[in-house]
């Protein structure tokens, strides 16, 4: 397993990540600074994705460890077009998370870059082969690794992350977790474009009440730039 640096949950640094991957500057990335409706107002339309970041605590891995053998148990079906991938490069949770954000929201035009040539050529891979192919990718991690030394903290590759980042995405109606450190994608039941943002923050809240003494949290969203 490749090694990389961890990257800052910083609205500024991943939107010019994402400006960098092809993506119009017609899209952000913008702190969520409350989960509550009257919060949620203050967010640009439309919201596209929601990224969290939360602690990795001994109660999560639980609950992860739960949930994953209960979906084990069972046949895991997706729509063929939600673009899944597995993480299996160290600290690479933040890329996989914008690239999972990106490429399930037709959207968001992607002009010529590393991200459309990393989706041209993982569009028929199976989730664990994408992972292989962000690890072999060359322009992905150097791009990965210059906006990680832009953040207000120096990064270590070696120093051990408590944290980690996943998306949220709306794909058929359905709210997907998309968690590359996980087997399946996880279905948060239906949503929709109105009430996407109000049902990814629901489920936000139930990340924290997971952990309740825990206040190590922060939630983004990929939405429209302000004009």
Sequence with gaps: MSVWTPLESNPEVLTKYIHTFGVTKDWVITDVMGLEPDMLEWIPKPVKSIILLFPCSDTYEK???????????????????????????????????????????????LGEGILKDFLDLTKDMTP?????????????????QALAQEGQTISDPNEEVYHHFIAFVNKAGTLYELDGRKMFPIEHGATSDDTFLQDAARVCKEFMARDPKELRFTVLALSAAVK
Excluded at 128 to 141: I, P, Q, T, Y
Aim: glycine share 4%.
């Design 63 to 109: 609950h992860r460890a739960e949930e994953q053998k209960r979906l084990a148990e069972t046949e895991q079906t997706y729509p063929k077009d939600l673009f899944y991938m597995r993480q299996l490069s160290q600290n690479a949770c933040g890329t996989v998370a914008l690239i999972h954000s990106v490429a399930n929201n037709e959207d968001i035009m």
């Design 128 to 144: 664990e082969e994408r992972g292989k192919a962000l690890e072999a990718d060359k322009a992905v991690r150097e791009s990965h």
